[in-house]
DNA sequence: CTCAGTGTTCAGTG
DNA sequence: TCACTGAACACTGA
């Protein structure tokens, strides 16, 4: 699930949660590769008895803000995911950190592929990894001249480069084949041989895609039907568009890479 | 049984 | 140093 408009997402439920309350118990699972050189009895010592002052985000990263240092930093990986829930029972199976605020709320942190990463840390946005991300797209984009040039160095497939994190931040894989389809650009052209107005429909299609999966909650259901999300995926070799275009899948950079030849240039 | 998968990191190369 | 490529990581589900 995580890319920007999920963690958006958690970021807002945990907000929601969290803000202003106390953290009255913490649970941490044993899990040397998740929990970052940290032990859960450091990470339990570390948050209970906390005050959260604010829950923030920046590209696919989240960390608490706290009334006392260190804070803990969240990556979700592949698999990770943040729930809230008042019940103990409704705890996830694959569950890494519990949260229980004063007000019985909870939140907790899981992973079923360990991907993931919790980290404390003095002051995560200033510290890498999160200080090592390049623009967040909700925080805006440099304008297309800008964009043109820092694209102009990289000879790489574009593909990869959307998916570069030191670049665009919270960039991930279906919303790089999103914004190519939608911007009509082959996801394997040379980063350096788009032209300034390829540049300009590509930003501008990048923050629309973005907008318009957060203002939905990144529930993917409401988003628009016209786009390539919803018909990405699915094993059969004739996948297509709502409109009967063919859709080919391979992998680029890495990475499985879904485009419409008739539309992509 | 095999393979792909909403991601990152690291080693090796140019 | 930088840009790039491909493998590795860990696990579930189709």
Redesign the pocket.
Known sequence: ???L??VEAARRLAERALRGHRLVAVAARRDP?VFAGVSPGRVTATLRGRRVLAVRRR???LWLELDRRPWPAF?????GWLETYPDPADRPR?WKLELVADTGARVAVSD????G?IRLQHDPPHQ??IS?LGFDPLEGLPPPAELATLLA?????IK??L????LF????????DEVLFQAGIRPHR???SLSVAEVRRLRERLLAVVTKAVAVG?D?ERFPRSWLFHY??G?SADRRTWRAERIV?E?I????A?WVPSRQR
């Open positions: 699930m995580p890319e408009p999920d590769i590209g696919k990263h990556h979700f990986g592949m698999s694959y079923t592929r360990r991907f990463r890498p990894p090592d160095r990289r000879r790489a497939p990869p480069v998916l570069d994190q030191s931040a919270g960039v991930g894989n279906w919303i790089a040379p980063a350096a990144a993917s990405r995926w094993r899948r992998t950079g890495g990475r499985t879904a």
